[in-house]
T-cell receptor, first 116, second 118 residues
Framework: AQSVAQPEDQVNVAEGNPLTVKCTYS??????LFWYVQYPNRGLQFLLK??????LVKGSYGFEAEFNKSQTSFHLKKPSALVSDSALYFC??????????????FGSGTRLQVQP | KAGVTQTPRYLIKTRGQQVTLSCSPI?????VSWYQQTPGQGLQFLFE???????NKGNFPGRFSGRQFSNSRSEMNVSTLELGDSALYLC?????????????????FGPGTRLTVL
C-alpha cells in the first residue's frame, strides 16, 4: 500500500530565507508525487509534480521539489520565502503498482508560517 | 478556462438528514474524484467516477454515495447524517487523455463544500 509522511506539523521561516517542507513516501511501484497548497477556506491548489526524469522539479510561484529515490523523499523548496506563502502544504503520491486505485494518497499536511 | 466549481459552499444540517453536494469539473475533464477533509483524519478518498461509472471507492460506509452525469458533472449524497460527517468535501477533476499514463494525470480541486452537522 502507498503512504506519505510529512514529519513536521509546522515549519517556521523568516521572510526572505529559504524554506523546505519535507515529504517521504512508500510505494510498491514507480512513484508519482505531487505537492498541493491550501489557503484558508479554499480547496487545494496544484504546485508541481514528479513523473520521471530530472530529480529537480520546478512548479508554480517559485516552488521546486527535489526527488530522491534512495531516500524516498520529495521535499518542497523555495529559495526565498514570502509572507504570502503561509499556508497548509500537502504532499501526495500515486503508485503505478496500484492500477485499481487511482486516488491520491495524501500526507497529513505541514503548516508553513513565514514571519515578516 | 473556469476551474472546478462546487455548490453549495456551505451547508448546515442536523443528524439524520441527508445532503447532496454538486461538482462541475473543468471543461473537458472526464474523471471526477471526491475527498473528505477533517482535522482528525486529514484528506481521505471517497470515490472516483469516469464515464458515469464509479471506478474506485474508498473505505466509507454505504451512506456515502455518488454519481456522474453524461456531461461529467458529479454529485455525492450522504444519507442519515452523523456528527462525524462534518467536514470539508473536496471534488477534483482530471483530464484523462487517451494515451497518457494515468498516474501522471493531475487532479485539480474545487473550493470545497463545508458541511456542518448539528
Amino acid at each position: 500500500a502507498q503512504s506519505v509522511a510529512q514529519p513536521e506539523d509546522q515549519v517556521n521561516v523568516a521572510e526572505g530565507n529559504p524554506l523546505t517542507v519535507k515529504c517521504t513516501y512508500s510505494v510498491s511501484g514507480n512513484p508519482y508525487l505531487f505537492w498541493y497548497v491550501q489557503y484558508p477556506n479554499r480547496g487545494l491548489q496544484f504546485l508541481l509534480k514528479y513523473i520521471t526524469g530530472d530529480n529537480l522539479v520546478k512548479g508554480s510561484y517559485g516552488f521546486e521539489a527535489e526527488f530522491n529515490k534512495s531516500q524516498t523523499s520529495f521535499h518542497l523548496k523555495k529559495p526565498s520565502a514570502l509572507v504570502s506563502d503561509s499556508a497548509l502544504y500537502f504532499c501526495a503520491v500515486r503508485d503505478e503498482g496500484s492500477a485499481g486505485r487511482r486516488a491520491l494518497t495524501f500526507g497529513s499536511g505541514t503548516r508553513l508560517q513565514v514571519q515578516p | 478556462k473556469a476551474g472546478v466549481t462546487q455548490t453549495p459552499r456551505y451547508l448546515i444540517k442536523t443528524r439524520g438528514q441527508q445532503v447532496t453536494l454538486s461538482c462541475s469539473p473543468i471543461s473537458g475533464h472526464r474523471s471526477v474524484s471526491w475527498y473528505q477533509q477533517t482535522p482528525g483524519q486529514g484528506l481521505q478518498f471517497l470515490f472516483e467516477y469516469f464515464s458515469e461509472t464509479q471506478r474506485n471507492k474508498g473505505n466509507f460506509p454505504g451512506r456515502f454515495s455518488g454519481r456522474q452525469f453524461s456531461n461529467s458533472r458529479s454529485e455525492m449524497n450522504v444519507s442519515t447524517l452523523e456528527l462525524g460527517d462534518s467536514a470539508l468535501y473536496l471534488c477534483a477533476s482530471s483530464l484523462e487523455l487517451a494515451g497518457v499514463i494515468w498516474p501522471t494525470d493531475t487532479q485539480y480541486f474545487g473550493p470545497g463544500t463545508r458541511l456542518t452537522v448539528l
